[in-house]
């Protein structure tokens, strides 16, 4: 079992910036792909940015290139997720993700286990 823990969410004006943070503890998290999904309400869950378990691959949706950066630290076993620029349209309750598989994934199916998330409202 792996547990995750989201903490960085907030209030924050269009064009600033919030940095996400992801706790694992558990079974040997550091093996594992990470990413993190948003879902806004009355939507889907989305994929937002996946990195490998080194943390030298990563991949982000296109609406979020640019202005996201997803990172790990494995002696921390923690993963962030640098938001900067943000929009009103990035207003969505923030999940990390793990899989056990050592690369990330934009299919939220493929993930093993989910934290309990932490809410991203930008106001205009």
């Known amino acids: 079992q792996v547990q995750l823990v989201e903490s960085g969410g907030g209030q924050v004006q269009a064009g600033g910036s919030l940095r996400l943070s992801c706790a694992a503890s558990?079974?040997?998290?550091?093996?594992?792909?990470m990413g993190w999904f948003r879902q806004a309400p009355g939507k889907e869950r989305e994929f937002v940015a996946a990195?490998?378990?080194?943390?030298?691959?990563?991949d982000y949706a296109d609406s979020v290139k640019g202005r996201f950066t997803i990172s790990r630290d494995n002696a921390k076993n923690t993963v962030y997720l640098q938001m900067n620029s943000l929009k009103p349209e990035d207003t969505a309750v923030y999940y990390c993700a793990a899989r056990a598989a050592g690369y990330g994934s934009w299919w939220l199916q493929n993930y093993d286990y989910w934290g309990q998330g932490t809410q991203v409202t930008v106001s205009s």
């Open positions: 990195v490998n378990w080194s943390g030298g691959s990563t």
């Open positions: 558990g079974r040997t998290s550091s093996n594992y792909g």
